[in-house]
């Protein structure tokens, strides 16, 4: 069982940045793959990015390549989605979960509740 807990989210203005941490925590976490996923009103859920605790392997869509960084604390149990350059657009609930690998054709099954970020224009 693994659970999960983001925060971080807010209000920041176009151009600003956001740092997201999600804070883990189960047995035997090293065997996960974390991703970080997004859910704008009336749109499908959408993969951003992902990274494995172990080798530090990361995988971008191609929506956030640039903007947004991934990365971990494997000491703290902790992955961070680093978000710059925001543009309204990228106004959505953001979420961190665990799964038998770190793309978006990986099985997540441990979920976070979610963080809301908003984009002012």
């Known amino acids: 069982q693994v659970a999960l807990v983001e925060s971080g989210g807010g209000l920041v203005q176009a151009g600003g940045s956001l740092r997201l941490s999600c804070a883990a925590s189960?047995?035997?976490?090293?065997?996960?793959?974390m991703g970080w996923f997004r859910q704008a009103p009336g749109k499908e859920r959408e993969f951003l990015t992902g990274?494995?605790?172990?080798?530090?392997?990361?995988y971008y869509a191609d929506s956030v390549k640039g903007r947004f960084t991934i990365s971990t604390d494997n000491a703290k149990n902790t992955v961070y989605l680093q978000l710059n350059s925001l543009k309204p657009e990228d106004t959505a609930v953001y979420y961190c979960a665990a799964g038998n690998g770190y793309t978006p054709y990986s099985s997540y099954t441990y979920w976070g509740q979610g963080t809301q970020v908003t984009v002012s224009s």
């Open positions: 189960g047995r035997f976490l090293n065997r996960y793959g």
């Open positions: 990274i494995s605790w172990s080798g530090g392997w990361t």
